[in-house]
């Protein structure tokens, strides 16, 4: 069954403003109403997926069961080939409890010296999950390398070292 956005609002389940900010912008030509999760008071769910899929549904399922609305929950990360894939789905989390991504790319530095493969790619995942248990999921992948120093003021979290291939730029 085709399961339709009828009633134009939509919660995303995120506390990340970065990401609040990016989702927003992915829906601005669409006359849907997005509320932050934030403005609900709810606290976060507990993310103890194994894949950006499961991270994903557990923050959209929880913002759906409780708001009533359709919500759309994400998870991405950095995965870099010569850290088995790691940081993943912790990439949040090596930003430590302050979220401090300079941090983060100061351990990725630090993790990949004396390692030659620079190759790595960011996943994101989206789940939509209906008040009525319908869920979707979707997910993409940008190939690239990581490359220091940061460049780019853009963007948020790990997009100053990324360059995605063909380009010349970081995604900061």
């Known amino acids: 069954m085709t399961h339709q956005i009828l009633k134009k609002t939509l919660v995303i389940a995120s506390h990340n403003q970065g990401k609040v900010s990016e989702i927003n912008e992915l829906f601005e030509t669409y006359e849907i109403n997005l509320i932050p999760v934030s403005n609900f008071k709810l606290k976060e769910p507990v993310e103890?997926?194994?894949?950006?899929?499961?991270?994903?549904?557990?923050?959209?399922?929880?913002?759906?069961?409780q708001t009533g609305y359709i919500a759309i929950g994400d998870d991405s990360g950095l995965c870099i080939n010569a850290l088995n894939g790691n940081p993943g789905i912790f990439s949040a989390r090596w930003a430590g409890p302050k979220k401090d991504f300079e941090l983060a790319i100061n351990r990725v530095k630090t993790a990949l010296k004396g390692k030659t493969d620079n190759a790595a790619q960011f996943i994101c995942g989206l789940a939509l999950v209906w008040p009525d248990g319908h869920e979707d999921y979707f997910e993409g992948n940008v190939e690239g390398i990581i490359k220091f120093p940061p460049k780019g003021k853009n963007g948020f979290g790990y997009d100053p070292i990324f360059y995605p291939n063909g380009y010349n730029k970081t995604f900061g």
């Open 48 to 65: 103890n997926g194994i894949s950006f899929r499961e991270n994903a549904l557990i923050k959209a399922r929880a913002a759906s069961k």
